[in-house]
């Protein structure tokens, strides 16, 4: 089974605009935590955001905030005010193993995001 | 003032040889990783190691071999290279298991 499910293949915005790009994860593990990151066509991996699942309040980071519905499983990263330069592929991630004493992250398949002016 | 490098950036090479990939982190971190990407962009690790101390090994061939002569570097040997290899590797690094990770700016092989 899919630990991280992201279902929008590609997602269209324009510039300004709030978007969502959904996350939904899959674990029985009680402690985990979730990320977000940021690849543009140049290819490096970027580091996001970050929510762990004792967290009582949603993370933010600049114009980047997670919405975390734990009973829904879900950790959907919102960006406010989109920009040209949003444009890429965002992966969410999970972190578990904590109780078996390991830690990797899983990555989901990515969201293509294009900002459009 | 590079935090995760890698080398090569571009790695072109035939079927059977072997290469090897550099990775060096200057954040002080105790974890460091490698993860692989294929061309459907999908992620996946291959191996973790902590305080040089291997963690992680993700059901990868025994031709892949990582070595960390200290807690800044993670290297990846790759012996007889075969053309499913080909995908853009990339190393990474974290405070400790718990915290966020840092990616190099992976290394594209193409094995020919």
């Known amino acids: 089974a899919q630990k991280i499910t992201q279902t929008q293949p590609g997602m269209f915005v324009q510039e300004k605009e709030a978007v969502t790009l959904d996350c939904t994860y899959d674990?029985?593990?009680?402690?985990?935590?979730l990320f977000w990151y940021k690849q543009p066509s140049s290819g490096e991996m970027i580091f996001l955001i970050y929510?762990?699942?004792?967290?009582?309040q949603n993370a933010t980071e600049g114009r980047y905030s997670l919405n975390f519905q734990k009973a829904r499983k879900s950790a959907n990263l919102v960006i406010s005010a989109s920009q040209l330069g949003d444009s890429a592929m965002y992966f969410c991630?999970?972190?578990?193993?904590?109780?078996?004493?390991?830690?990797?992250?899983?990555f989901g398949t990515g969201t293509r995001l294009l900002v459009s002016p | 003032d590079t935090a995760v490098s890698q080398t090569p950036k571009y790695l072109v090479t035939q079927m059977g040889n072997d290469k090897s990939i550099k990775c060096e982190q200057n954040?002080?971190?105790?974890?460091m990783y490698w993860y692989k990407q294929d061309s459907k962009k999908f992620l996946k690790i291959m191996f973790s190691?902590?305080?040089?101390?291997?963690?992680i090994n993700e059901t990868v061939p025994n031709r892949f071999s990582p070595k960390s002569p200290d807690k800044a570097h993670l290297n990846l040997h790759i012996n007889s290279l075969e053309l499913g290899d080909s995908a853009v590797y990339f190393c990474?690094?974290?405070?400790?298991?718990?915290?966020?990770?840092?990616f190099g700016p992976g290394t594209r092989l193409t094995v020919t």
């Open positions: 990474a690094s974290s405070q400790d298991r718990f915290y966020e990770q840092y």
């Open positions: 674990t029985s593990d009680p402690s985990y935590g």
């Open positions: 929510q762990g699942s004792y967290d009582q």
């Open positions: 991630a999970m972190r578990e193993g904590v109780n078996t004493g390991f830690q990797k992250l899983v």
């Open positions: 954040l002080g971190h105790d974890t």
């Open positions: 190691y902590n305080n040089k101390e291997l963690i």
